[in-house]
């Protein structure tokens, strides 16, 4: 799977590209990336990608000459490419739709967008998928694209040095990941629950996923309005709620 990423700052995403997991798996093949600066595209002396908007108002927008000439050369050396602008416009991307397109294995093109936007013309004629990474505004979209890479990257077989590893992250069947520890045994006091340290596979998944359950009802409960507890669910979240009473009748 291919992420090719159309920017103005190339630069920005090479730090990304040549560190941690995505170099790795860079190293490996499991994956390919480039980066594309649109500024390239330009036909002026000035090199210039963006011109004030029609009607008036402030800031300026992006051209599209510029930006469909770089889409149609990352197309060239894509398989038959989604293309996908990063926009405050574009549906919330969840964990789940990184799973989509890991599981699509379709390359992926992404548009970061700066100023005040681009030309619409060109979301009519290139675009198949507008993403938001938050209801908030950020100066361009490539912290927004490297995100997206990352999420769906490590959703790829190969990409983690073990797939187990992505299966139990938060968000993963909405909910929210169990509580980690590590040595030392004791710190400042604070004891590891000696259940993770019994080497009972059994009682460590259900200790797991009582921990799951109750960070998941603190933290995001509104994750249970997108997946209702099962049935094991159900008895962990009675049994804590009796253990909780307990405690305020003590």
């Known amino acids: 799977m291919k992420f090719t990423v159309l920017t103005l700052f190339p630069e920005f995403l090479d730090a990304f590209f040549s560190n941690g997991i995505m170099a790795r798996a860079l190293t490996r093949e499991v994956i390919s990336a480039d980066s594309i600066n649109i500024r390239d595209f330009a036909s002026d002396r000035h090199n210039s990608v963006d011109d ?61 967008g700066r100023y005040e936007g681009i030309d619409e013309r060109v979301y009519t004629r290139q675009v198949d998928e507008e ?43 909405n909910r929210l990941e169990y509580a980690q520890y590590t040595r030392p045994e004791v710190y400042e006091g604070m004891a590891v629950p000696g259940v993770l340290l019994s080497g009972n596979h059994e009682k460590i998944r259900q200790w797991r996923r009582r921990s799951a359950l109750e960070r998941t009802f603190i933290k995001r409960p509104d994750l249970f309005d997108i997946r209702t507890p099962d049935s094991e669910e159900k008895e962990i979240l009675r049994q804590w709620c009796r253990e909780l009473e307990a405690l305020i009748h003590k």
């Open 52 to 112: 004030r908007p029609y009607g008036g108002g402030s800031g300026m927008v992006m051209m599209p000459g510029p930006l469909e000439k770089a889409i149609d050369s990352a197309r060239l050396s894509s398989n038959c490419p989604r293309v996908v602008c990063l926009s405050p416009q574009g549906k919330p991307f969840t964990q789940a739709r990184a799973c989509e397109l890991a599981a699509d294995r379709q390359d992926l093109i992404l548009i970061c």
């Open 131 to 173: 993403i938001c990474v938050g209801d908030f505004v950020m100066t361009g979209g490539e912290i927004a694209a490297m995100a997206v890479i990352d999420a769906v990257a490590r959703m790829i077989p190969g990409v983690l040095g073990s797939n187990e590893s992505s299966q139990c992250e938060s968000f993963m069947d």
